[in-house]
């Protein structure tokens, strides 16, 4: 009995990596500081945050951001979210690993007996 041939498998493209434009797209608009924009938060979109959360939104990459969160600072900054955030291609290599988990399967006939287990001898 053979085995049949091992296939490629195709691996989809990395997804787009997303830059954060928050702090250029203020600084565009005379914001300069968080409390700035904490301020512009509150007044025009309603939307109070603390100091650290608003500092963490202005000087770090978010894993992730509300879309209520979105939505206010596009409101607070008269600006959409494509001005917020941009879609860039990976820089992930698109080829994948070398995977020993998809070797060749070994024939039953070349398979080689599971090892019983002894007793250990007597101390």
Sequence with gaps: MTTPPLRTV???APPPEVEWK?????????????TQLRRLLAERAGLELSA????ALFTKQPS????????????????????????RESTAPSTP???PDLAPARQPSQQ??????????PL
């Excluded at 797209?25 to 914001?31: F, L, N, P, V």
């Excluded at 080689?112 to 001898?121: A, D, I, K, N, T």
């Design 64 to 87: 992730q951001v509300k879309l209520s969160t979105l939505a206010a600072l596009c409101a607070a900054l008269d600006c959409t979210p494509g001005d917020l955030l941009t879609l």
């Design 22 to 34: 928050l702090r250029m797209t203020a600084a565009q608009r005379g914001i300069w500081t968080g």
């Design 10 to 12: 195709q691996t989809p």
């Design 97 to 99: 690993p070398s995977r």
């Design 112 to 121: 080689q007996p599971v090892p019983r287990h002894r007793s250990l001898p």
């Design 52 to 55: 650290a959360s608003v500092s």
